[in-house]
């Protein structure tokens, strides 16, 4: 009982910070269209936006990163043969690239506290796309949990189907950036 508890609280937390890191890099996007705003409005929007990412870093997504990586450091401890598992390995890799977008996602929080209301250099698609990155883990995480041992087994299809997923919401990205540019 006690471990399904936990990985209940780790579940929780896992959602928490995904919508935390989902909404924050969506605030780097904002504050990178108000590059073309006339003054005030530039300003007041670039302090809101810092304000919003601070807070949302401070007391919603770095909280919730550090209880989903607590509770899912008591799950390991609890059954430590899951370390033993290549499906389970498979996790622990996607979950280092989710902590390489979480340090990324600190520095630029960092840099547009530091900016002072000046230009985030970072392209705006770039940032779109940027935006993505958690989604795409997201997804391979879920799957890997859910299909335990047939990840592995049908590693290619994943993968395939990965790419196309990779592809489509790329593309829909341009296109919808595209769009807004051409109005």
Avoid: C
């Avoid at 450091?73 to 890799?93: E, G, H, R, V, Y």
């Amino acid at each position: 009982m006690t471990y399904l508890i936990i990985k209940a609280l780790h579940i929780i937390f896992m959602v928490s910070y995904f919508a935390g890191i989902f909404y924050l890099v969506r605030i780097f996007v904002y504050y990178k269209d108000t590059d073309a705003f006339e003054s005030p409005k530039k300003e007041i929007l670039r302090e809101q936006y810092v304000f919003m990412a601070r807070r949302l870093w401070n007391i919603i997504t770095v909280p919730a990163f550090v209880l989903m990586t607590i509770f899912g450091t008591i799950l390991i401890l609890m059954n430590p043969t899951l370390l033993q598992m290549s499906w389970f390995q498979l996790k622990i890799a996607f979950l280092i690239g989710l902590f390489i977008y979480h340090y990324w996602s600190w520095k630029k929080v960092l840099e547009i506290k530091n900016l002072q209301n000046g230009e985030l250099k970072t392209a705006n698609l770039k940032l779109r796309q940027a935006n993505e990155i958690a989604t795409f883990l997201l997804f391979l995480v879920v799957f890997t949990v859910i299909l335990k041992s047939l990840t592995i087994e049908n590693w290619w299809q994943l993968i395939t189907g990965f790419f196309v997923i990779v592809f489509v919401i790329m593309m829909t990205v341009k296109l919808v950036n595209k769009k807004k540019s051409e109005k």
